[in-house]
């Protein structure tokens, strides 16, 4: 019980880093050949999504 908080981190470490990859890899590609627009916002979306999970991953990774 004594590295309880640790192995929670780790836990946040890793499910943030795969959405993290996942969303940018969904980033790289997406393509959706109908609507230009719509493609380009879901892109923008998945790419905040990845960059965001990805600074989560670094702050629980300084944290432990």
């Known amino acids: ?13 890793v499910a943030a880093g795969t959405l993290g990859v996942t969303s940018l890899a969904m980033y790289v590609l997406h393509r959706n050949p109908d609507d230009r627009d719509a493609q380009q916002r879901q ?3 998945y790419a905040f999504f990845g960059i965001a999970a990805i600074v989560v991953m670094l702050l629980m990774w300084y944290a432990l």
Do not use: D, K, P, V
């Open 1 to 13: 019980m004594a590295n309880i908080i640790s192995a929670i981190i780790f836990a946040l470490l």
């Open 43 to 45: 892109r923008i979306e």
